[in-house]
Each structure stands twice: as C-alpha cells, then as structure tokens.
C-alpha cells in the first residue's frame, strides 16, 4: 500500500465536500482517502489517499465510471495531480 497527494480544481467546493462519491467509486478497488480544502477559499482541493494496486487505480481513472464520477463532483480533470510520498 502507497501514499498519495492528490491535488485538482472544482468547480463548487462544497458540493464536492458533501460528496459521497468519493467512497462510492474508491471503496470497492480498496482505496481510502481523507479531504482536504483550501482554507482561502480557492477551488483547489485534496486527497490523502492509501491505493494498494496504482494500475487498478490507474485503470479506473481511465474509465467512464471514473469520468462520471469526477463530473458529478465537479472535479476540473485538467487539474488532476498525483504525487506518491517519498
């Protein structure tokens, strides 16, 4: 299992917060994660996330299921950054 920073833009924060699609599409490929969001106030917002296979996550970020995801909350996929910790 590895750590990761993931960073992206939403368009609405607070819908992306109250969410539960996060756990809806990561929970079943063994994913967890805790949010984070900018206390500024920007769009920017993040996840500490523990993936135990990145094909399988990779895989999914490729896919429709994923896509619609990510629509549903607003996430800005240009945006998209994912660090692994060192």
Do not use: C
Not at 35 to 63: C, H, T, Y
């Amino acid at each position: 299992m590895a750590t990761y920073l993931i960073t992206h833009e939403v368009d609405d924060v607070e819908a992306w917060k109250a969410s539960p699609k996060r756990e809806e599409v990561f929970g079943p490929i063994g994913i967890t994660v805790r949010a984070f969001w900018d206390p500024e106030g920007s769009n920017r917002v993040g996840l500490i996330a523990e993936i135990p296979d990145m094909k399988a996550f990779q895989a999914f970020m490729r896919s429709d299921e994923a896509k619609a995801a990510m629509n549903h909350d607003g996430v800005r996929p240009e945006t998209l950054l994912v660090l692994r910790q060192a």
